[in-house]
């Protein structure tokens, strides 16, 4: 069952960028075609349907779990990435989702050099170091509990205390507001 459920969610993780992008894109259309579903109106999928359909995306993402297990990089996720790279404003998008949802999952600790306390008078922030430069560190300070925001802090070496956190773990702490 834990191996089933693993898979389930690297084939979410592989896949969520796109659903994230298509989310995005949807919301925009659904925006401006409001109008146009208040006039036709809009009829609800019975029971069956809704059913059927949530299994095919268990289903589905359990296949393409399977799938980055075994290859890690499953030939229709970088054929839609090339395709997807070409296009100007979904490339810049897509790249962000997919670089925050790596930090997440813990793919991309290799950008950060650690998890840190920066003091900033008084107070101490929990920051991510990304960039060492001379006597001075560059700290990305997320905001909380939605850490896609934030401040870049040029720091002094002696106001930045190393963290014994992970990556993942400075974001849980921060999305908890402190509480894990």
């Known amino acids: 069952m834990n191996q089933t459920i693993a898979r389930i969610s690297k084939g979410l993780f592989a896949l969520l960028p796109f659903l994230l992008l298509f989310w995005i894109f949807s919301f925009v259309y659904d925006f401006c075609a409001k109008i146009f579903y208040s006039i036709f109106g809009i009829t609800n999928a019975n029971l069956f349907v809704t059913l059927f359909i949530f299994a095919l995306s268990l289903w589905f993402l359990y296949y393409v779990g399977l799938l980055v297990e075994k290859n890690k990089e499953v030939l229709l ?53 990304t960039k060492e430069e ?4 560059w700290v990305f300070v997320p905001t909380t509990p939605n850490p896609t925001s934030g401040f870049i802090l040029k720091m002094p070496k002696d106001k930045v205390k190393f963290s014994e956190l992970s990556v993942s773990e400075g974001f849980k702490k921060i999305i908890s507001l402190g509480v894990k």
Not at 117 to 126: A, F, R
Not at 134 to 137: A, I, L, S
Request: glycine letters at 12%; proline letters at 2%.
């Open 77 to 129: 996720i970088r054929f839609t990435e090339f395709i997807i790279q070409k296009i100007p404003i979904v490339k810049s998008i897509y790249s962000g989702i997919k670089e925050v949802l790596n930090t997440f999952s813990g793919k991309n600790q290799e950008g950060y050099l650690g998890v840190a306390y920066v003091k900033v008078g008084e107070i101490e922030l929990i920051g991510f170091i």
């Open 134 to 137: 001379g006597e001075h560190y």
